[in-house]
């Protein structure tokens, strides 16, 4: 087979291959979305395209993609094939949020090639560490992302509103089964035109590798179909009052996420008329989202992991201080006789574990050096998978996100990296992931892929199916529970990947134009309507995937990013802002602690600001307004807090420059600061044990009126937690762990 032969390429490295130049050839001429099924080549096509831009127009390549190991496996393909002339270390970078800012900022003047998650060039972008303006080619890998308030979407209207001689490359496996879906990334992207290829086209065929798909059907065992009949009833139940309240709901057998998001939609129409039997319908709603949920773990998932979710419903219900919603549902009699089998349980009842170790162990003794993935949706299920494996001998390990979960610790991204790494190696031949596993991981030797059960997201299916057949035969096994949402899940992914394959092609180059070049438009008179040295705003990095700070940086302001000990903006040393929206405001209120949260940014600084963003205030939730009257008054009289109302993230964002300018601008009062509220040694007990997560306030004056002081709240056991009032099993557990904990 033939190499490529360029001057950027490192001779004799990267086979040539028909299709990839053709597509390479054309997204040099104008911003482009790359439609490839996957492992054959996108990252291939991104190292010719930014060959040519890096030797014809210089500047720097940016390269992002969602997740660091996506990012660290895109570096190491460019390493080997990218020949940069007098390359060194600082020629290509990875930039994480582990470097510090100022390290980013230095390696950014010298590097060529940059590879990066999105959210950290967001941040340096909004604090103005470095621009864009050089920036020859920007990639955004599994750009189907490129909606909502993505990063994506920021990045790529600040990169045509500023650079020099901007060119966009988007890649991805899977846009999304809707015409309009993709319209909308290419939108939001500035993407003019889609090159796409299938399985089926000429130029790609001889580089398809077979992939055979097994679907394996599964009975659901009588234990399990108890339980379904009283997840059921239940829902029936909920189902019938709210037909007697007047709303029109679906059959229990249609109730999809669709309905559910109707009946919601009703409810809403209610509470905006204030009309009573809406709030009441909200708390009903919030019963159904978590039955559809405990009916589908039951279904798909297996009894282990129900029993634990409906011991996890039971405990908040009856912990005191949880949801209307769960202490309702945890004293209906059909769900106390639905807890007591989960707990007469006393093994697994659902029969995929054991067919899933078949699977595997059968591909393993007709090919130990396989590897194999095995995708499930849940953690719970994930860590289920990978103990029962263990437990028969076949090694493997959990491949999970960085957020910790209830008791299922996450992975850092550093040892997602080194997991990875572990199992291209062979250390283990069992990658057991949730989906934080299903998008571009290159593992070129994976011989078969397990869906532990069917998803609906055509976007998922594919991502999940591509891990499989990149460079040889791969396989495809799918569980699926027989009569259950297993079996629905399966045929929607199918409908919607067939439509996608459909609604690609379709696509007109010039929709995407006419929507680019209105994006493009708008963000470039925004930063021009002001001078190059905006006003400064310091912001808390928390708030940096909100709408109000991209349009603060659009609009000119200078921000500087870090963390802030309380409130979200501060301005000066006199101002400090929190932002709430109307629904967080009445949350924080009766689930934390409201008051105490905003006496603490009272004390941070001598003006500070409540802005309460969008929606009634008096329509969010069954509250009643005197309520909320009291609420407001204490802040503003009893506490000195300004509150200010605005109607969106635009006018939240307008409201923060004018008080910017006024300060700035010198139309201040001249008066001595405001003196800084302190704390008595009761409030200050108070505040450390309130700290713990999930305790707040109230239950930190429940645990020191209880035990009398912080040691003893400490050293508690957590059977004593329990005697204290809205301290429950979870809460209890918390404080006990923290508490003894290695510091490390």
């Known amino acids: 087979m033939t190499t490529i032969t360029h001057p950027f390429v490192t001779p004799g490295t990267l086979d040539s291959r028909a299709y990839q130049l053709a597509i ?14 996957t492992g054959l080549g996108k990252t291939a096509i991104a190292l010719l395209v930014a060959a040519s831009r890096l030797y014809n127009n210089g500047g720097k390549v940016l390269m992002m993609a969602p997740t660091k190991p996506l990012v660290e496996q895109h570096l190491r393909f460019f390493r080997q094939f990218l020949l940069i002339p007098g390359q060194n270390e600082e020629t290509r970078v990875m930039f994480t949020g582990e470097t510090p800012a100022a390290e980013r900022a230095a390696a950014w003047k010298s590097a060529r090639a940059v590879f990066a998650t999105p959210q950290v060039i967001k941040n340096d972008i909004l604090s103005g560490s470095y621009d864009l303006a050089d920036v020859t080619l920007m990639i955004f890998d599994e750009c189907h992302r490129g909606v909502g308030n993505y990063a994506y979407v920021f990045l790529a209207q600040r990169y045509l509103a500023s650079a020099g001689s901007p060119l966009i490359l988007g890649m991805t496996a899977s846009p999304g089964g809707h015409v309009e879906k993709v319209e909308e990334v290419c939108a939001n992207l500035g993407i003019e035109k889609v090159e796409s290829r299938t399985d ?98 039951a279904e798909s998932q297996g009894s282990r992991v129900f029993s634990a979710y409906i011991n996890r419903l039971f405990a908040e219900g009856t912990g005191g201080s949880g949801p209307k919603a769960t202490a309702r549902l945890s004293r209906d009699p059909v769900f106390i006789r639905l807890l007591e089998r989960c707990i007469s349980w006393k093994e697994e009842l659902h029969p995929k574990i054991a067919i899933l170790s078949r699977v595997v162990g059968e591909q393993l003794e007709s090919s130990p050096e396989s590897r194999i993935i095995v995708f499930a949706t849940y953690r719970d299920m994930v860590q289920q998978i990978v103990d029962h494996l263990n437990g028969e001998g076949i090694a493997c390990q959990r491949f999970v996100g960085q957020a910790t979960k209830d008791s299922e610790k996450g992975l850092s991204q550093k040892r997602q990296i080194e997991a990875l790494q ?52 791969g396989k495809i096994v799918v569980l699926v529970t027989k009569g259950t ?62 709408r109000v700070v991209e349009i603060l940086s659009n609009s000119g302001a200078a921000l500087q990013l870090g963390r802030l000990p309380s409130g979200d903006y501060a301005i000066g040393d006199r101002i400090i802002i929190e932002r709430k929206t109307a629904r967080d405001f009445v949350d924080t209120l009766v689930e934390r602690d409201l008051l105490g949260q905003l006496r603490m940014l009272a004390g941070s600084a001598p003006r500070p600001v409540l802005i309460i963003e969008g929606g009634d205030l008096y329509t969010m939730r069954d509250i009643h307004p005197n309520a909320i009257r009291g609420t407001l008054a ?23 420059l004018v008080l910017t300018r006024r300060e700035e601008g010198g139309d201040r009062e001249r008066s001595l600061p405001a003196k800084r509220l302190g704390h008595s040694p009761r409030e200050q007990q108070e505040l450390v044990i309130a700290s713990f997560p999930d305790i707040g306030l109230k239950n930190a004056r429940f645990l020191l009126d209880h035990f009398g002081s912080i040691r003893a709240v400490v050293n508690a056991s957590n059977e004593e937690l329990l005697e204290v009032k809205g301290i429950g099993g979870q809460r209890s557990k918390t404080i006990h762990e923290l508490s003894n904990r290695q510091y490390r």
């Open 422 to 473: 572990k199992f291209r190696e062979g250390a283990f031949r069992v990658l057991v992931a949730t989906s934080v596993g299903e998008e571009g991981l290159d593992i070129p030797s994976t011989d078969l892929v397990v869906f532990y059960e069917a998803v609906p997201s055509e976007i998922r299916s594919i991502q999940r199916k591509g891990r499989t057949g990149r460079s040889g035969k």
């Open 200 to 297: 089926q086209d000429r130029d790609v065929a001889p580089y398809i590798h077979e992939r055979e798909i097994e679907v394996i059907e599964v009975e659901l065992p009588p234990g399990l179909k108890q339980a379904v009949a009283d997840l059921t009833t239940l829902i029936d139940s909920r189902l019938t009052y709210l037909r007697k309240l007047g709303f029109s709901v679906p059959t229990r057998q249609q109730l999809s996420m669709k309905a559910l998001q109707a009946i919601n939609a009703q409810v809403q129409e209610r509470i905006q008329g204030r009309d009573t039997t809406g709030f009441s319908a909200a708390s009903i709603y919030a019963e159904l989202m978590k039955l559809r949920h405990a009916l589908s773990l």
């Open 634 to 656: 204490a802040i503003a009289v009893d506490l000195g807090i300004s509150i200010l109302f605005t109607k969106d993230e635009e006018d939240t964002a307008q409201m923060i």
């Open 485 to 546: 949402s297993d079996e629905v899940f399966r045929y929607v992914s199918q409908n919607r990947e067939r439509s996608m394959l459909s609604g690609i092609r379709s696509i007109s180059q010039s929709s995407g134009i006419s929507a680019a070049s209105r994006s493009h438009s708008a963000t470039q008179s925004s930063i021009e309507q002001f001078s190059e040295k905006g006003p400064a705003i310091r912001v808390d990095d928390r708030e940096t995937s909100s």
């Open 24 to 37: 390479a050839m054309k997204a040099l001429e104008g911003h482009t979305m790359v439609v490839l099924p």
